[in-house]
Antibody, heavy 123, light 106 residues
Framework: QVQLQESGPGLVKPSQTLSLTCTVSGGSISSGGYYWSWIRQHPGKGLEWIGY???????YYNPSLKSRVTISVDTSKNQFSLKLSSVTAADTAVYYC???????????????WGRGTLVTVSS | EIVLTQSPATLSLSPGERATLSCRAS??????LAWYQQKPGQAPRLLIYDASNRATGIPARFSGSGSGTDFTLTISSLEPEDFAVYYCQQRSNSFTFGPGTKVDIK
């Protein structure tokens, strides 16, 4: 079955760029129909959607983060990536990659998640 | 931005009891609402989508209802594995999540 796995540095310095990659296994990003998302969870807090990308490269970002976020896709590697610039301690969180089914069932909800990776912003 | 509020923040119940969780939206989201379960150290799991449809593999003791601004997740009889945090999420206008309700053992 399809699985997602996040990877990237667990520690980022303030003002630098956070970079994470999500590897999709057991299925192809290029098969279409699904929207590949990043979601974060601040320690002990709720969930915040960051943005998504379609295999074609089209993106949609959370307006509150849009100025600092870039999501890209590499179909040859079956991966998609997150870059968050100018990070501060407020960006410390567990970052999840997730899949939304779009027009497929169950629709615009997140039916598959990676295990998450903790990113700490600290000097 | 559509803001979701959940109540109560914590629900203390015993196994076998019925759990009723509430999610209220700051404006109508039609039926575009989902519920997730999250256990410590795990990613959220989709339980209910479009307010009342159970996701694949979700037991029948979980049910959802509501439309517009008021929604309910009901767990008919709590099993030991149901003690967790539950989040609602809307997809009517972008994507936002509620702050969660923790269901813990009384």
């Amino acid at each position: 079955q399809v699985q997602l796995q996040e990877s990237g540095p667990g520690l980022v310095k303030p003002s630098q760029t956070l970079s994470l990659t999500c590897t999709v296994s057991g299925g192809s990003i290029s098969s279409g129909g699904y929207y590949w998302s990043w979601i974060r969870q601040h320690p002990g807090k709720g969930l915040e959607w960051i943005g998504y990308i379609y295999y074609s490269g089209s993106t949609y970002y959370n307006p509150s983060l849009k100025s600092r976020v870039t999501i890209s896709v590499d179909t040859s590697k079956n991966q998609f990536s997150l870059k968050l610039s100018s990070v501060t301690a407020a960006d410390t969180a567990v970052y999840y990659c997730a899949r939304a089914a779009g027009l497929l069932s169950p629709g615009w909800y997140f039916d598959l998640w990676g295990r998450g990776t903790l990113v700490t912003v600290s000097s | 931005e559509i803001v979701l509020t959940q109540s109560p923040a914590t629900l203390s119940l015993s196994p076998g009891e019925r759990a009723t969780l509430s999610c209220r939206a700051s404006q109508s989201v039609s039926s575009y609402l989902a519920w997730y379960q999250q256990k410590p150290g795990q990613a959220p799991r989709l339980l209910i989508y479009d307010a009342s449809n159970r996701a694949t593999g979700i037991p029948a003791r979980f049910s959802g209802s509501g439309s517009g601004t008021d929604f309910t997740l009901t767990i008919s009889s709590l099993e030991p594995e149901d003690f967790a945090v539950y989040y609602c999420q809307q997809r009517s206008n972008s994507f936002t999540f509620g702050p969660g309700t923790k269901v813990d053992i009384k």
